[in-house]
């Protein structure tokens, strides 16, 4: 029998470093579809995915439930309200995991340019090591500035950038959050690390991108077709006007 996969995609976030229209960042529309559809696709048509839940701010629910509602109505996911930092919201998403729920996935709803090899891997991974994050190299110089000015440059040797998803054993996920006090944070592998668990790296790749800015924005329209077509989750529903593959 294989692992049961509970998914929480965090999408609460106040967007404070990118909106458009009033609407944040998992909610635009990217080449025909919401960036947060884009991302959360990717895991409820898994069948190892038992259980996905979504994590938006109190505030976003009536938009959320008005847009999104032919999508809603089909998608085998839940809603849970957020908190006021990422980690909250998390949590919140983690108190509503059934009980069955083996490892628990947490994924940026904000990184919509996933493919099927990148999940099966780091799922793999954490089935194996019971706590995998994707992540990759580190390949640009890097410099240390103080005011604006270079200090010094900073080895990129054994550097690697966090991405999403982080999977995890749910008891160890869960043991980390209640070890958390008052700490805040910047990703779960985190919390994991300062248990003193390790947490195997998988090489995901640069094109798994978080969307933060304008910038990032544009690039990943410009990577959406460049994700391998072999590799897209088939369209899973005809409740919308929008195109008929998940990928234009």
Known sequence: MSAKFGVILPAAGKSSRFSKNNRKKPFLDLK?????????????????????????????????????????????LELVDGGAERADSVLN???????DIEYVAVHDAARPLLTKKWIDNVFAAAIQHDAAILASPVTSTLKKAVNGEIEKTVSRENLWQAQTPQVF??????????????????????????????????????MNLKITSQEDFRMAEALINHLPKNELPPTLHPFTDEKPTLFD
Do not use: C
Not at 34 to 41: I, Y
Not at 93 to 99: D, E, F, N, Q, V
């Open 32 to 76: 025909g579809r919401a960036v947060w559809l884009r991302a959360v696709e990717h895991f409820v048509n898994r069948e190892d995915v038992a259980q996905t839940i979504v994590v938006i701010s109190p505030e976003d629910r009536e938009f959320f439930m008005l847009k999104f509602q032919a999508n809603l109505a089909f998608l085998d």
């Open 93 to 99: 998403g983690l108190a509503k995991l059934r009980s």
């Open 169 to 206: 054993k749910t008891e160890l996920l869960r043991e980390a959050y209640a070890k958390r006090g008052d700490f805040q944070p910047t990703d779960e592998a985190q919390l994991v690390e300062r248990l003193g668990t390790n947490v195997h790296l998988v090489e995901g790749s640069p």
